[in-house]
């Protein structure tokens, strides 16, 4: 390892250096690292190399680890439980705050304002600050949240919408009878018949058509929230004698209801919703509020109207308004304070009423940075996640303001990056690898960036001080067709029009909130999906490759996805041993009982419940993370039994199943997309989004079709070192080569520059964007000079040394 020679000795009194000593977190090898503190420090390295396991695996988790010994002894009994981190000593660590891309999203309640503590500052303003209808008393600033029962709309419970059921969506066929099953909605097999059979025992006549039964019956029997029992004579079948039995009726409505709100079976809920109408809610108008607190206003808006702005939007509304009172001004002004960091780091585009779950992780990490600018914590050590994910580079240079000042007000920051103007503005380069797996985990280099220069084997340092980028390797390719999208409306896409062209390799592009994703993911996706079965459309197959989770337990893993777990089950199966016993496959699946281990029911982790805190999994007590139990293990194929073939990374089990051509085929796809690394039985928590969406990629690209295909990805190189970029983008343009269709949406200017075609977004987000500010080649794009797209993509041009001008065909009419 080169290690800087400024580490100095520790200091009597505080040690300037956080000492790691021995780090052995997943595949770390005894690291041995000094990290400076009140300084950026920044952990590079290609994916899967280790750099999260030092930062979040090592340094942070031993920070957490503190925190629970100083509280209380039921924290430190779940240490144990949880696990400290694999290091010898870790020393001048701070406390620790850690701002992940979680993958879990926070609940339907929680939005942009309760992420960031702005909604609190905007009620506490019209609490305070509000103009009140004449004789109204002073609200208390939990009435001015939808989340409090003082605040709530009563109809709708604070949600601002309702579902409802009608008879039109309860019946939908009324020529059936109830015997026939007229009322869909009704529940299958036995429950169904029970109801029917009660309706009949009522007086009811089941065998009627629906239409011709009595309005005020149909209503009855839809819509009643009376229960009656009756005695029940099932009809007599040849088979089996049924006995009379007491039955219970409900109404349709009242199971849809019951079904929609209690059901912990997600496939009945959605079954369930099918039957129900979302509409906003007629008490309140989508506002959430009661009455009382809708009639407030501030400026000469509702609170429901300001917090249904962009924070652009509302910053100007709060700098024009008049301060009238002390309050007024503070308050105000406080609020201004907390938007502002947002807006500096591209997020000015958001309302404060946006629902959390609809924001991408990368924007959700932004807004936790942005709160906690104004927390005023110093002396602690800050872990960041790339927060550069989903920026566009306009963007990233507020993202290094921002991370500035958070070192500035006494802090140490940590962030575990890719992005090359990042790692430029490093006070400190941790460069993780040489490679990722089993053949990472060292430290090639710790010290200032530009030291790293002279590191041998290190893949940053070929990028990072590469005077000029790789020539692009092919001419810009002509289209087969295109498909043309005219008057799209969805969300802040007004009126567009927009051509993508087939048989190339298409970029679009802009600013965060520009309407990308929506274009692309949306708009685009529909068009084609409808138009598949068409015969003279040109596109025969849609594949869509998002950062969606592949699971979300630990249950779901690469293997399963795959479909790889498949033929591993099946050599499993043909074993001596199994077919000595009569197992079949199932008896190698952990997510039936029979071979798993009971504790865990296969998931290899039990849920640690931690009081205050989000729950955390821990290693099985019974099986140790194996997920099988001590028989099933007893069985083995080539010498491994199905534990330790789970552990495989996909690089070495690309080498155990050589001779399984149906194995081989979908690890070859694995490598060959830069996941060699990955554990096969790698749990679904533990994968990052980018990592996901190439175990996507990988899956369809094992079952290549001819059939012409348009893939459409989202930020595919999300998570990925400039030198992984290189070989997603060999198989990507490997698609286009062999007649198919690629369309990204993607911020990294280097595949940009080598796209045939660019659609360039803006000029800004939310509102201010939505609009086809270029579409041409990346060399017509950057000629331009229009957006904030134009001037990085002329650069990254520059550096793969390409002439401007105009090249290649648009789109073919």
């Known amino acids: 390892m080169h290690q800087s020679h400024q580490s100095p000795a520790p200091h009597a009194h505080r040690d300037p250096f956080v000492r790691v000593r021995g780090a052995r977190e997943h595949n770390l090898r005894g690291v041995d690292v000094d990290l400076p503190r009140d300084a950026l420090t920044v952990f590079t390295g290609v994916s899967g190399s280790g750099k999260s396991s030092l930062a979040f695996g090592t340094l942070y988790a031993e920070a957490q680890r503190r925190y629970f010994e100083s509280v209380a002894p039921y924290a430190r009994r779940l240490i144990h439980q949880i696990g400290a981190p ?19 999203s926070p609940g339907s309640r929680s939005s942009v304002g309760t992420v960031t503590m702005l909604s609190n500052s905007l009620r506490m303003l019209y609490s305070r600050a509000g103009s009140y209808p004449p004789g109204a008393e002073r609200l208390d600033s939990d009435a001015f949240s939808p989340n409090t029962a003082a605040g709530a709309c009563t109809s ?28 869909a909605a009704w529940p299958g097999a036995w429950q169904g018949k029970n109801l029917r059979d009660v309706l009949e025992a009522l007086g009811h006549d089941v065998d009627r058509p629906w239409r011709e039964l009595p309005a005020k019956e149909r209503e009855w029997i839809l819509f009643t929230e009376e229960q009656p029992v009756v005695t029940v004579h099932p009809v007599r079948e040849a088979d089996r004698i049924q006995r009379p039995y007491q039955g219970t009726y409900m ?114 990490q932004r807004l936790r940075l942005a709160t906690q600018l104004r927390s005023g914590l110093f002396g602690v050590v800050y872990v960041l996640d790339e927060p550069s994910a989903g920026l566009h580079p306009a963007d990233t240079e507020a993202l290094l303001g921002v991370l500035d000042r958070l070192k500035e ?82 969300h802040n896409l007004h009126d567009v029009t927009a051509e993508f062209p087939l048989g190339v390799f298409t970029a679009v592009t802009g600013v965060s909130g520009s309407g990308k994703s929506t274009l692309v993911g949306q708009a685009l996706a529909r ?38 777990f498949d033929v591993v089950r099946r050599l499993f199966t043909a074993a001596p041993e199994s077919r000595a016993r009569g197992w079949k496959a199932g008896r190698f699946s952990f997510n039936v009982a029979g071979g798993r281990c009971e504790t865990c029911q296969g998931e290899g982790f039990v849920s640690v419940e931690l009081l205050f805190l989000p729950s955390t999994y821990a290693p099985c007590p019974e099986c140790g993370g194996a997920r099988y ?54 749990p679904a ?63 990294d200017m280097e595949v940009v520059a080598g796209a045939d075609w660019v659609i360039d977004l803006g000029p800004g987000g939310g509102t201010d964007g939505g609009r086809i500010l270029a579409a041409g080649t990346p060399a017509q794009v950057a000629a331009s000079g229009l957006g904030r797209t134009a001037p990085y993509l002329a650069r990254a041009l520059r550096d793969q040394g390409a002439a401007f001008g105009p090249s290649g065909p648009g789109p073919s009419r």
């Open 685 to 747: 928590t533990e994968l990052s989004g980018g990592e996901a969406q190439r175990i996507k990629l990988a899956t369809e690209l094992q079952r290549l079709r001819r059939d012409h295909t348009l893939y459409l990805l989202d930020e595919p190189t999300t998570g990925l070192h400039p030198a992984d970029v290189r070989v997603l983008l060999r198989q990507l343009h490997g698609l286009v080569d062999a007649g198919h269709s690629v369309v990204v949406v993607e911020h």
């Open 156 to 183: 709708c419970h604070g949600l601002g919408r309702i579902h409802r059921t009608s008879e039109e969506l309860l019946v939908p066929d009324p020529a059936l009878s109830i015997r026939q099953g007229a009322i």
């Open 86 to 104: 694999k290091v010898d000593s870790v020393t001048g660590l701070p406390p620790a705050v850690s701002l992940e891309q979680r993958r879990s």
């Open 251 to 364: 109404s349709a409505h009242r199971y849809v209801m019951r079904t929609f709100a209690d059901s912990k079976s997600a496939t009945l809920r959605a079954r369930a919703e099918k039957f129900l109408a979302d509409s906003p809610c007629p008490a309140c108008g989508g506002r959430r509020l009661r009455p009382e607190a809708l009639v407030v206003t501030f400026a000469g808006y509702g609170i429901a109207a300001l917090a249904a702005m962009s924070l652009s939007e509302l910053d100007g509304v709060l700098a024009a308004a008049p301060a009238e009172g002390e309050a007024a001004r503070v308050l105000s002004g406080d609020l201004r304070s907390r938007i502002g960091p947002v807006v500096e780091l591209g997020l000015g585009y958001l309302s404060l009423d946006r629902a959390a779950p609809t924001l991408s992780a990368g924007e959700l």
């Open 629 to 682: 139990n001590a028989e099933t293990l007893q069985v083995r194929y080539a010498g491994l039994n199905i534990a330790e073939v789970l552990g495989l990374t996909v690089e070495a089990a690309a080498g155990f199943f050589e001779v399984v051509p149906a194995a081989a085929r979908s690890l070859r796809a694995l490598q060959d997309i830069g996941l060699g690394y990955l554990r096969l039985g790698q």
């Open 527 to 564: 068009e084609v999906g409808e138009r598949l079965a068409e015969p003279e459309f040109p596109v025969r197959r849609l594949v869509e490759v998002d950062q969606k989770p592949i699971g979300r337990t630990p249950r779901s893993n690469l293997a399963t996805y795959t479909g790889l």
């Open 409 to 490: 007000a006494g802090n140490t920051v940590f962030v575990v990056e890719h992005h090359l103007d990042v790692v430029r503005h490093a006070d400190w380069l941790v460069d993780v690898g040489p490679l990722a797996g089993e053949h990472g985990g060292q430290v090639l280099y710790s010290g200032p960036p530009q030291a790293l220069a002279g590191v041998a084997g290190s893949a940053t340092a070929r990028h990072l001080f590469a005077e000029r980028a790789a020539s692009r390797e092919r001419p810009v390719r002509g289209s087969t067709g295109s498909v043309r999208l005219e008057g799209v409306g969805l």
